[in-house]
């Protein structure tokens, strides 16, 4: 409904004024609540407008809507939306004609406005209408703006400028604070450059003919994977990012082109994705989904049978690495040390080798090299001479042990399982990443489904592609993002 100017609070009435030299044509500032985080399986359950003329605030208009399934419990808490709250309000069939006319002919902006904008579009299409309009957004337009800061959602924006919120997470009172934030962005940076900005952020970027126009206001500016596939559906390339929107267009920009790049996007006919709440789940969905679907154009995550560890063996005479395939291996807490993971066996005796020539160890008692006598790096002074008896086996041993200390294989630091949260796409709560012993168990949305992954751990295979992962995710994880399970007890 209109919000009439009369029943305007202080902090509206505050942002009346735009005072934007740079967005001085028709605007309409857009926000939408919605179901989840999927335009494809989510709906829409409320939309707000606030329209613009000249910088200057014309109407106000928001309406709830029925999105024809139920509210999750998660959303409900986010937005305080419930199912009764939309009981009697409007399916969105019956206002798309009122958004339409309202939107018209405008800018559309909006925050995270790839995410509004997909869904409004996703809803039209639904009924058989189609509808683009030029999309301005003010994440985009603030970290070009502000590069020196890491976070640009909207309460740290809001508390950045010393603006006010009087409805967040609702429609209208989130779409109430845009025209007032973009006032502040140009006050603190000055005209020239918030033009400049602005003009780059509409900028249309170009897709080639051989996919659909749509495509370019479809794709999502936030983290996930992305599938390329072919005529028939054959599923090219699995690629991931922190901005799908972008890297798409940079796999068809012509400066950023190999030639292999270029045979294989003159391949793509068609282009899926995933939106995943952050970095962490786009590296553990991209490195699953190339292991499963075995993507023609993707060979460095691919299931890879050769993957091995190195373990080192007590001979007749003292310690000498052997390579072992990862499935002969004890990764178990209790087990003796092993280093690696490498891709194949050469990997594995190239990285021995290294560590050991920077060391000073003997290649011949390490396996590495053949022949009667001392070995080559004796005779070049680089050994000190374990292959003559110069230098005792034991303390060669010991060095080996020390040396190969940067290899080693991590054991799991903790008891149990653990769990890493990280935001759901566009901000819809919470998802928790399920992990024991390196192994990614799966992703969870609720605490039901933390306690099914756990019931089914042992089904997960170990993956070195994901104990990369998941090392350098906890080594940058805050505490308050780690969740630790309890151990599971052994039955007796």
């Not at 006010?164 to 005209?191: K, N, T, Y």
Request: charged letters at 25%; glycine letters at 8%; a positive charge.
């Amino acid at each position: 409904m209109a919000v009439p100017r009369a029943e305007r609070t202080p902090d509206t009435a505050a942002a009346i004024a735009l005072r934007s030299q740079s967005l001085r044509g028709p605007v309409a500032c857009v926000d939408l609540e919605t179901t989840g985080g999927m335009a494809a399986q989510h709906r829409v359950i409320e939309v707000g407008i606030v329209l613009l003329e000249h910088g200057e605030i014309v109407e106000e208009w928001s309406t709830l809507v029925h999105p024809g399934i139920r509210i999750p419990s998660l959303i409900a808490s986010f937005t305080g939306i419930d199912d009764s709250m939309v009981a009697d309000a409007p399916p969105f069939a019956d206002v798309a004609q009122e958004v339409r006319r309202r939107l018209a002919g405008r800018l559309f902006v909006a925050h995270n406005a790839r995410f509004d904008y997909g869904f409004l579009r996703a809803e039209f299409r639904r009924l058989g209408l189609k509808f683009a309009a030029p999309v301005l957004c003010t994440v985009k337009l603030s970290r070009a703006l502000y590069t020196e800061h890491a976070r640009h959602n909207l309460d740290t924006l809001l508390e950045r400028f010393g603006l006010s919120c009087i409805a967040r997470h609702r429609a209208l009172g989130d779409a109430q604070v845009l025209p007032a934030l973009i006032a502040a962005m140009e006050s603190r940076r000055g005209v020239e450059a918030m033009h400049a900005a602005v003009t780059d952020a509409l900028r249309e970027p170009r897709l080639p003919p051989h996919l659909p126009p749509e495509l370019a206001d479809d794709l999502p500016e936030g983290p996930g994977v992305y599938l390329f596939r072919g005529e028939t559906g054959t599923l090219l390339y699995v690629g991931k990012s922190r901005n799908i929107r972008s890297r798409v267009f940079d796999h068809f920009a012509a400066e950023h082109r190999s030639g292999k790049e270029s045979k294989l996007t003159q391949q793509v006919r068609q282009v899926e994705w995933i939106e995943t709440g952050g970095e962490l789940g786009a590296l553990l969905l991209e490195s699953r989904l190339v292991k499963e679907l075995a993507p023609t154009g993707n060979r460095r995550l691919r299931r890879n049978a050769s993957d091995c560890v190195v373990r080192l063996r007590r001979d007749g005479q003292g310690l000498r690495p052997e390579v072992v395939p990862i499935a002969d291996a004890d990764l178990g807490l209790d087990a003796d040390p092993v280093f690696g993971p490498f891709r194949a066996e050469k990997d594995a005796w190239r990285a021995i080798e290294g560590k050991a020539r920077e060391a000073g160890l003997c290649l011949k008692m390490l396996g590495l090299e053949s022949g009667a006598g001392s070995c080559f790096a004796y005779q070049v002074r680089k050994c000190r001479g374990a292959c003559i008896g110069k230098e005792p086996r034991a303390l060669h041993d010991a060095r080996l042990q020390m040396t190969l200390v940067p290899l080693k294989f991590k054991p799991w630091p903790f008891a149990g399982a653990v769990g890493i949260r990280e935001p759901a796409p566009a901000a819809s709560g919470v998802l928790i990443h399920v992990i024991d012993r390196w192994r990614h168990l799966g992703t969870a949305r609720d605490e039901d489904e933390v306690r099914a992954l756990l019931r089914v751990e042992g089904d997960a295979a170990f993956d070195a592609d994901s104990y990369r992962i998941i090392g350098r995710a906890l080594q940058d994880v805050r505490p308050r993002d780690l969740v630790q399970f309890p151990a599971r007890r052994e039955s007796a």
